[in-house]
C-alpha cells in the first residue's frame, strides 16, 4: 500500500453513560480557562514535543475531556512543559498549568 505520511484514524464512538465527570470538573476547577477550549488545534501545530513524534497535545486534552484515560499517563510524559502551546492558544487557555494538572490526577489515579 503506498505510504501518504498520514493515516486514516479507527473510527472511536464514546459511552458517554460510562463517563466521570466529577475528572473533567475537579481539573476545570483547578484550570478554568479550559472551559474555554474550541478545539482549534493551534496548541498541536506548535508544540514542540509533537515535531519528533506523533504527540497531540490537542487529542490529550480531548480525550481526557471524555474521560478516555488509558495510556494518556505515558504520553503526557512526552512533553517538555516548555510553554509554546499556552503562548499561542487564542482562547487563553493556560496549557503549561493544564497538563500538569493532567499528569497529577493520572499519577494519583483520580
Ligand atoms: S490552542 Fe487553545 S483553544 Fe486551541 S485546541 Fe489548544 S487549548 Fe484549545
Ligand atoms: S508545553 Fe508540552 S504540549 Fe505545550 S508546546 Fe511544550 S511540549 Fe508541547
Known amino acids: 500500500m503506498a505510504d501518504f505520511g498520514f493515516n486514516i484514524s479507527k473510527p472511536q ?3 458517554t453513560n460510562d463517563m466521570d465527570v466529577n475528572r473533567l470538573q475537579a481539573l476545570e476547577e483547578k484550570v478554568p480557562s479550559f472551559r474555554r477550549c474550541i478545539s482549534c488545534g493551534a496548541c498541536t501545530a506548535t508544540c514542540s514535543a509533537g515535531q519528533f513524534g506523533s ?6 486534552h ?4 471524555w474521560d478516555q484515560r ?3 499517563e505515558k504520553e ?9 502551546c499556552t503562548l499561542v492558544c487564542p482562547r ?5 498549568s493544564l497538563i500538569i494538572h493532567i499528569r497529577k ?6
Not at 62 to 65: E, F, S
Not at 92 to 96: A, F, I, P
Not at 105 to 110: E, G, N, S, V
Open 13 to 15: 464512538s464514546i459511552d
Open 105 to 110: 490526577a493520572l499519577a494519583d489515579k483520580k
Open 92 to 96: 487563553g487557555v493556560n496549557l503549561r
Open 55 to 60: 504527540f497531540n497535545i490537542r487529542r490529550i
Open 70 to 72: 488509558k495510556g494518556l
Open 76 to 84: 503526557m510524559q512526552k512533553c517538555m512543559l516548555c510553554g509554546k
Open 62 to 65: 480531548n480525550l481526557y475531556r
